[in-house]
């Protein structure tokens, strides 16, 4: 079946600029993740969704970023007021959360650029 | 947090070699995953592996949890294996994220 999509591919913003990201999970995925990747680094976890639970915002770096999703379904992750720090690939990954077996997988990213 | 760590940073082959790939971590895990991610960046998933062995091909991984390390090999490597491979884990009891190591970068030659 699909895998996880995201969109855009690729965006290039000007700083100040707000932005948003989408993501579709693989269907029937009730969790979702969203984490960054910098340049030659590793990923980090910024948001976790479960369900109809509150959303673990633990990994947000600062006040400027916020997600939503909608049910078990699409999400998007909002940048307002973008600095050029925030340029990175955002990845958005689904996971089954099947009792204790809860393999994620990812999307393609959306590559962020800011001018 | 939790501390994972990969070796070697980086890695030359080359093709038809093989290798191992080290993932240490701090805490105890209940998910552990390796990740293949290709020149174009997509996160290919190798081995959804918290504990045991598991084969797919000329991959294999080991995990050893009690002792807090992962092992990937990759025999007869072809230049395909190219990339960069993440070790990923979900420490217990704290959340269900994964924290990432640093990665091991591969570069197999003709």
């Known amino acids: 079946g699909a895998g996880v999509s995201q969109s855009p591919s690729n965006k290039v913003t000007e700083k100040g600029k707000d932005v948003e990201l989408r993501c579709d999970p693989i269907s029937g995925h009730t969790a979702l993740y969203w984490y960054r990747q910098r340049l030659g680094q590793g990923l980090e976890f910024l948001i976790y969704?479960?369900?109809?639970?509150?959303?673990?915002k633990s990994g947000l770096p600062s006040d400027r970023f916020s997600a939503e999703r909608t049910g078990e379904s699409v999400s998007t992750l909002t940048i307002q007021r973008t600095q050029q720090e925030d340029s990175a690939v955002y990845l958005c990954?689904?996971?089954?959360?099947?009792?204790?077996?809860?393999?994620?997988?990812f999307g393609p990213g959306t590559r962020l650029t800011v001018l | 947090g939790i501390q994972v760590e990969q070796s070697p940073p980086d890695l030359i082959l080359q093709e038809g070699a093989n290798s191992t790939l080290r993932c240490n971590f701090s805490d105890s895990v209940n998910n552990l995953q390796w990740f293949h991610q290709n020149p174009w960046g997509q996160l290919i998933n190798l081995f959804y592996?918290?504990?045991g062995t598991k084969q797919n091909g000329r991959l294999s991984a080991t995990t050893v949890a009690t002792e807090r390390y992962s092992l990937l090999y990759i025999s007869s490597s072809q230049t395909t294996d190219s990339g960069v491979y993440f070790c990923?884990?979900?420490?217990?009891?704290?959340?269900?994220?994964?924290?990432f190591g640093g990665g091991t970068r591969l570069m197999v030659k003709p």
């Open positions: 969704f479960q369900g109809n639970s509150a959303p673990d």
């Open positions: 990954a689904s996971s089954a959360q099947l009792d204790s077996y809860n393999e994620q997988f």
């Open positions: 990923a884990v979900v420490r217990n009891n704290a959340g269900n994220m994964l924290t």
């Open positions: 592996i918290p504990s």
